[in-house]
């Protein structure tokens, strides 16, 4: 803001992978810099400073998934529940059938993975979609989510385990796969 401000830099001048400077704050967790940046109409916006890759419809959506995220790697337990008998408003479940539909945390993440899913498919490389999955895990976990695999013993008891996130973080990349089959497959109709 100081350098626009003061010295008429010009914020529209990309990095060397072509970023533009809104990307680069909202990436980063530069909440402050990212909405003075969208609260000045001459600055793009956009990631790469083309209207294919912008940063999708619901911006504010990417930028606290990313705040989240960020809070709950500084929390220090990395701690994951076992033997869950009894599923919660939070939890948000795997397996075959359609039980994981109506989940109310199955909702909850699918909209977020929705309201997300133009980001994800901007970005350019495996490194940055891989670190935003962990992202979405990590948020969802600031929120008092879990991530939950059904367990059936040979008795046919069933209990639910929590994920670690690096599982966790493996099926949000399945999921973003299967969403992006259907919207391709829609697209086709």
Request: with cysteine.
């Given at each position: ?57 619901n911006p504010a959506i990417v930028q606290d998934v990313k705040h989240k995220a960020e809070m709950q790697r ?71 989510y879990r991530f939950v695999d059904k367990q059936t013993l040979e008795g046919g008891q069933t ?31």
């Open positions: 803001q100081y350098l626009v401000e003061t010295w008429h830099a010009d914020a529209n001048i990309k990095s060397n992978d072509g970023s533009t400077s809104y990307y680069l704050a909202a990436s980063n967790c530069h909440f402050e810099v990212s909405e003075y940046l969208m609260s000045n109409s001459d600055i793009d916006t956009s990631i790469h400073g083309d209207d294919n890759n912008s940063i999708g419809d500084l929390e220090i337990s990395t701690d994951v529940a076992t033997n869950i008998r009894e599923l919660g408003e939070k939890d948000i479940t795997w397996g075959k059938g359609g039980g994981n539909i109506h989940n109310p945390g199955n909702k909850h993440y699918r909209k977020l993975l929705d309201d997300c899913f133009d980001y994800y498919k901007s970005l350019e490389n495996m490194k940055s979609r891989l670190s935003f999955q962990r992202d979405v895990v990590d948020s969802l976990r600031f929120d008092g209990f639910w385990n929590e994920m670690p996130p690096e599982k966790a973080s493996t099926k949000v990349g399945r999921s973003l796969i299967e969403m992006k089959k259907k919207r391709k497959k829609m697209d086709q109709l």
